[in-house]
């Protein structure tokens, strides 16, 4: 069955620092990528996506690229912010269904970034 | 900005009783769902439902477990008869059409003691 395995936690960063958090994937076909984020005290919300190979997702400050030949996702930010502490959830969504909506997530990773 | 609400935001409750857990969706939304991460796990699916039934359940969603949508604003997971191993994170979630992102709430914290 489909699965994601994404870099266990917790990370803790420096402000500033560069940001890696490693995301994979096992899917039949070509799912759609995902990477959520939680805030303390917060709903998951969508961070950025990507839906087929190649695709670069990117939203404050964050990227991801769909690398089909490595089956990954990895999670990226230049530079953090104390504002970015949260856990981080890579998920897929396979191609199935009209009506699917079946996300396949990882575990989270928890990231705390320090001033 | 419109938001998915859940209630309570944590809840404990001896093993064996029912337990109803409050989702009220985003208000044009159309269809609806069902997470848990159980603690250091994964999130994993639970249920989807639309125009008031049940379309797609994983193995997970057992006969303790139902849902319903009493009236047209909440929608609600029910656990029969909590066991131990139901203690998780829950989480609701609502999109408003296909090819559309799910929005989530911020969760239920259940514990079975």
């Known amino acids: 069955g489909d699965s994601v395995t994404q870099m266990e936690g917790p990370v803790t960063l420096s402000e500033e620092a560069f940001l890696t958090i490693n995301c994979t994937y096992t899917?039949?076909?070509?799912?759609?990528l995902f990477w959520y984020v939680q805030y303390p005290g917060e709903g998951l919300q969508l961070l950025l996506k990507?839906?087929?190979?190649?695709d670069k997702g990117s939203n404050k400050g964050f990227e991801a690229t769909y690398r089909k030949e490595t089956t990954s996702f990895h999670l990226e930010k230049g530079s953090v912010q104390v504002s970015d502490s949260a856990v981080y959830f890579c998920?897929?969504?396979?191609?199935?269904?009209?009506?699917?909506?079946?996300?396949?997530f990882g575990k989270g990773t928890k990231l705390s970034v320090i001033p | 900005e419109p938001e998915v609400t859940q209630t309570p935001s944590h809840q404990v409750t001896q093993m064996g009783q029912e337990v109803i857990l409050r989702c009220v969706p985003i208000?044009?939304?159309?269809?609806f769902y069902w997470y848990r991460q159980i603690l250091g796990q994964k999130v994993e699916f639970l249920v989807s439902?639309?125009?008031?039934?049940?379309?797609?359940k994983s193995e997970i969603f057992d006969d303790q477990f139902s849902v319903e949508r009493p009236d047209g604003s909440n929608f609600t997971l029910k656990i029969r008869s909590t066991k131990l191993e139901d203690s998780a994170m829950y989480f609701c979630?609502?999109?408003?059409?296909?090819?559309?992102?799910?929005?989530f709430g911020q969760g239920t914290r259940l514990t079975v003691v």
């Open positions: 979630a609502s999109r408003t059409a296909l090819n559309t992102e799910a929005f």
């Open positions: 439902f639309y125009n008031n039934e049940i379309s797609e």
């Open positions: 208000s044009n939304h159309l269809y």
């Open positions: 990507a839906t087929k190979a190649d």
């Open positions: 998920a897929l969504r396979a191609r199935s269904g009209a009506g699917s909506y079946q996300l396949t």
């Open positions: 899917a039949t076909g070509y799912p759609s």
